[in-house]
């Protein structure tokens, strides 16, 4: 079982930077999928960036270049620098992850292939 837990949340105005953190515990038998996915009220979940087991990253269109992935794998944490932050960055943010008895894990950026999910953390950016 692995649990997840979401930190990092806030309220900031459009153009400022929040780093999401998600700590990642339990038993992991091989090497972790993990990614970030928002939800938006009225709005289907969707993937915002996401790292394979082989350390190979995706992101959204509407976050590249604004958003950065990253993994501190000995402590199974997964970071998400937000810069340059705009009104429809709002919404609950959450860690997902996923193992595959193969080794090799890669879920990107599709939300319904990710087994273990945290509770989010809310962004809200204002204009």
């Known amino acids: 079982q692995v649990q997840l837990v979401e930190s990092g949340g806030g309220s900031v105005q459009a153009g400022g930077s929040l780093n999401l953190s998600c700590a990642a515990a339990g038993y992991f038998y091989s090497k972790p999928c993990m990614g970030w996915f928002r939800q938006a009220p009225g709005k289907e979940r969707e993937g915002v960036a996401a790292?394979?087991?082989?350390?190979?990253?995706s992101y959204a269109d509407s976050v590249k270049g604004r958003f950065t992935i990253s993994r501190a794998s000995a402590k199974n944490t997964l970071y998400l620098q937000m810069n340059s932050l705009k009104p429809e960055d709002t919404a609950l943010y959450s860690c997902?992850?996923?193992?595959?008895?193969?080794?090799?894990?890669?879920?990107?950026?599709?939300?319904?292939?990710?087994?273990?999910w945290g509770q989010g953390t809310q962004v809200t950016v204002s204009s």
């Open positions: 790292i394979n087991s082989d350390g190979s990253i």
């Open positions: 997902a992850a996923d193992l595959s008895s193969g080794g090799f894990c890669n879920r990107g950026l599709r939300p319904a292939l990710y087994k273990y």
